[in-house]
């Protein structure tokens, strides 16, 4: 069974960081590009970052270009949102989706608040 499964939010001042997890299960993760979304409070989902199945190239939104990183470790078939300075419209749940298989993970939610 294909499932993806985010954790790693949580509630964060700005400025600060936080590390999303995106852990695959039930396909050859290796195989497969892989997508960062968030969608923020009574707006549409937004893409955020991509990375391609060996990690080789990325890219990103310009609202997060250069605060956010995405990588991934195909040995632990996980994705990761390395997410610095922080900024309050940052607030929102964010997803991982992975667009071959039309998967995309439950979401959890980035707080960025004083």
């Known amino acids: 069974q294909v499932r993806l499964v985010e954790s790693g939010g949580g509630l964060v001042q700005p400025g600060g960081s936080l590390r999303l997890s995106c852990a695959a299960f039930?396909?050859?993760?290796?195989?497969?590009?892989l997508n960062w979304y968030r969608q923020a409070p009574g707006k549409e989902r937004e893409w955020v970052a991509f990375?391609?199945?060996?990690?080789?190239?990325?890219n990103y939104a310009g609202s997060v270009k250069g605060r956010f990183t995405i990588s991934r470790d195909n040995a632990k078939n996980t994705a990761y949102l390395q997410m610095n300075s922080l900024k309050p419209e940052d607030t929102a749940v964010y997803y991982c989706?992975?667009?071959?298989?039309?998967?995309w993970g439950q979401g959890t939610q980035v707080t960025v608040s004083s």
């Open positions: 990375i391609t199945n060996t990690g080789g190239t990325t």
């Open positions: 989706s992975v667009p071959s298989l039309g998967s």
């Open positions: 039930g396909f050859t993760f290796s195989r497969n590009t």
